[in-house]
């Protein structure tokens, strides 16, 4: 089972792939959260990337796409895997396919969350994160248990450097730009599933789940 999560920045990528990850038993990889480490970490790439995601931008493909490639070899993701954000531009589904037909291994589903933007900036400026088990939080949908603690390892929650909303908006437009054009590219391949994700989490799930019918 190997699915594509697509969507506006705050559609529910990151949430539902941890849902259907523990369902599953497969990973989830988020280039986000790959990237944030890094960040996090200080390495060269970390330092690279910070420049473009603080400006809401995109880093650039090969850099992506060489790091996915690595995280695709390692064992867990013989079984499977949840793409959360990646590929973002059609260089990089172009990049992934390759990549795919060579390891012999097709996608399953590429899974779209449709949200306003309205919605976009109201989950993306009231979440946060556990920057130890990344779980998102969210001031009025998702209240931590205990104030600002993450209710699984009790970390200090944080807000991300992309988060106020300016720089939201950017990352609206440049979804639009870039990204887009991929929900025609994979429905031409007969492998884009719509979800409107304009719901609770629980029913956005079963939606999600119905959405992938078989698949699952
Ligand atoms: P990334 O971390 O991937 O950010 P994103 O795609 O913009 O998506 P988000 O993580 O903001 O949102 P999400 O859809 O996962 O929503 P979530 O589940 O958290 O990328 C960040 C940056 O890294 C990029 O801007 C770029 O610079 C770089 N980057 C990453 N990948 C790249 C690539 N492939 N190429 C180039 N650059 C790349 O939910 C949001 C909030 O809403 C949470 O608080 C949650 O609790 C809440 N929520 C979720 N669902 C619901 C619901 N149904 N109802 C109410 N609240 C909900």
Redesign the pocket.
């Known amino acids: 089972m190997r699915f594509v999560f697509l969507?506006l920045?705050?559609?529910?990528?990151?949430?539902q792939a941890r849902i259907l990850s523990e369902r599953l038993d497969i990973p989830q990889i988020?280039?986000?959260?790959i990237?944030r480490e890094h960040v996090q970490e200080g390495t060269r790439l970390g330092i690279e990337a910070r420049t473009?995601?603080d400006r809401?931008?995109?880093?650039p493909d090969d850099v992506?796409v060489r790091m996915v490639e690595e995280r695709l070899g390692e064992p867990d993701a013989s079984k499977g895997f949840i793409l959360?954000?990646?590929?973002?531009?059609v260089r990089?589904a172009q990049a992934l396919e390759v990549a795919l037909v060579e390891l012999g291994t097709p996608l399953t589903a590429v899974v779209k969350?449709t949200i306003s933007d309205t919605t976009a900036i109201r989950?993306?400026i009231?979440?946060y994160t556990c920057p130890v088990c990344k779980r998102?939080?969210?001031q009025e949908?998702?209240p931590p248990a205990n104030d600002q603690l993450c209710d699984v390892d009790g970390t200090p929650l944080e807000k991300r450097s992309?988060e106020d909303e300016l720089t939201v908006k950017r990352?609206l437009a440049i979804y639009r730009e870039q990204t887009e054009p991929l929900e025609r590219y994979y429905a031409e391949r007969g492998l884009l599933r719509d979800v409107d994700?304009e719901?609770?989490?629980d029913t956005?799930t079963e939606r999600m789940l119905a959405a992938l019918g078989d698949a699952v």
Do not use: C, N
Request: hydrophobic residues 30%; positive net charge; charged residues 25%.
């Open positions: 969507g920045p705050g559609a529910g990528k990151g949430t988020s280039t986000g959260d990237l473009y995601m809401g931008e995109y880093v992506v959360d954000g990646f590929p973002r531009t990089q969350f989950r993306i009231g979440r998102t939080y969210h949908w998702r992309d990352r994700a719901a609770r989490m956005v």
